[in-house]
């Protein structure tokens, strides 16, 4: 049904987010698990800090915490 789309593609999004932030370090950019200051949740936040500033996603609910 409709809920099990929505799931695969958060899911996805979240493997592209994870994807974007093993090449944005291997090109020498900061990315990590942090707090989000602005979330009342208590799941950390994929980041990534590029020269446009931090932009960041909440992979956690999909197990995916892994980063080189």
């Known amino acids: 049904g409709l809920q099990a789309v929505s799931n695969e593609l958060y899911e996805e999004r979240a ?3 994870i994807g ?6 291997a090109l020498g950019y900061h990315a990590g698990f ?9 799941w950390p936040v994929l980041f990534i800090d590029l020269p446009t ?16």
């Open 15 to 17: 493997h592209i987010a």
């Open 34 to 42: 942090a707090a989000d200051p602005n979330e009342t949740s208590e």
């Open 53 to 68: 500033g931090r932009n960041g996603i909440s992979p956690h609910v999909f197990g995916l915490s892994n980063l080189p």
């Open 20 to 25: 974007l932030a093993r090449a944005a370090m």
